[in-house]
């Protein structure tokens, strides 16, 4: 697949830091050549399993110790989370979606099957029959897969995070992370997310002389984003609104943290759950070309996604500057490292 011939449709490729090799957003406008319903049916399964990911991968880069700061203590840390997207949701069956107006499709794949957005660099083409007289108005090729395997040597997607731990008041984190409105081509995103870390020893008797640190941890993320939908097809007369695609989405991760320093390594673990709900939604007028209507919004999407999570990592101190890595077992699993620099205490005078 030529990538530079493919700009970006989706916010998360940017995340991936791949830029300039994603998948051409035009291509999913194409499904609206199924009408309203299905096209919703076969974008959502296309995209199902890169939302998923992304998901998953924003929850992560929280921490690296469940120990918190002094007051005004800080944390500075960036961390790349990579989530491994399992090699079965590189397709979806269109015939298992209860299409109503596609009428039969055909794939290059051996077992009939379309690509997602992880999947590989095949074609599948759809025939158009919503008035059921047995002769298709249309037809038309979904996008391709990236091919992530093949072309970019990873099962997965990524999601870099840059975040701020500031002791604030009765061993207590508060935790901020923030992304800059990034542009590429028609694509742009944005990101933000607060979080509170707590250590729960102080309120357990006979806990707090015990030699390691125990925390638990509540933080959100959003992440809002759009792709132009621009011409592919034209517009009614007079409707100046953009072809567009919009997308947000709310993270949240409750996590209960534990961890121990040997000299300059620290171990940590934790326990928790994490869940997510993104809507991605179509926006402007589009005049399809076969049946000369005008579809208005015609696309509105929800994703959710939850999955208990068991985490462990390790942590390099040295000095206030540290590297550490983690692993993480949950639905999508994923593998987190990071480089930062940690301030434990802030004396005033």
Request: net charge positive; charged share 20%.
């Amino acid at each position: 697949m030529d990538f530079k011939k493919k700009p970006a449709i989706f916010f998360g490729l940017i995340l991936t830091a791949i830029c300039a090799q994603a998948q051409d957003e035009n291509d999913l406008t194409y499904f609206l050549n199924a009408g309203k319903g299905d096209a919703s049916k076969l974008i959502g399964a296309y995209l199902n399993p890169a939302i998923k990911g992304l998901s998953y991968g924003f929850n992560g880069g929280w921490y690296s110790s469940a120990k918190v700061h002094k007051t005004l203590g800080f944390d500075l840390s960036v961390t790349l989370n990579g989530v491994f997207v399992p090699a079965a949701d590189n397709y979806f069956n269109p015939a298992s979606l209860k299409l109503e107006a596609i009428s039969s499709f055909t794939s290059n794949d051996p077992n009939g099957q379309a690509p997602t957005i992880m999947g590989p660099d095949i074609v599948t083409t759809y025939s158009v029959d919503a008035d059921k007289n047995g002769t298709p108005e249309a037809t038309f090729k979904g996008p391709r897969g990236i091919d992530f395997k093949n072309n970019i040597k990873i099962q997965g997607v990524a999601a870099p995070t840059a975040n701020l731990s500031l002791g604030i008041y009765k061993n207590t984190d508060l935790k901020i992370r923030y992304m800059p409105e990034v542009k590429r081509n028609s694509t742009s995103i944005k990101a933000f997310g607060v979080g509170v870390m707590h250590d729960i020893k102080q309120h357990l008797p006979g806990m707090k002389i015990l030699p390691f640190d125990l925390s638990v941890l509540v933080a959100y993320t959003n992440i809002k984003g759009s792709t132009g939908m621009e011409n592919t097809f034209a517009k009614p007369a007079g409707d100046a609104r953009k072809q567009e695609l919009l997308y947000n989405m709310n993270a949240w991760l409750f996590q209960a943290l534990i961890s121990k320093k040997l000299a300059i390594l620290t171990f940590y673990g934790g326990i928790g759950f994490n869940t997510a709900k993104t809507s991605a939604d179509a926006k402007g007028s589009y005049i399809i070309p076969s049946t000369n209507v005008a579809l208005k919004d015609p696309v509105s999407l929800d994703f959710s996604s939850k999955s208990a999570r068991i985490s462990a990592g390790m942590r390099l101190n040295l000095g206030p500057v540290y590297l550490n890595g983690e692993y993480v077992l949950q639905k999508y699993s994923m593998v987190s490292v990071g480089i930062g620099v940690s301030i434990r205490e802030i004396k005033i005078y």
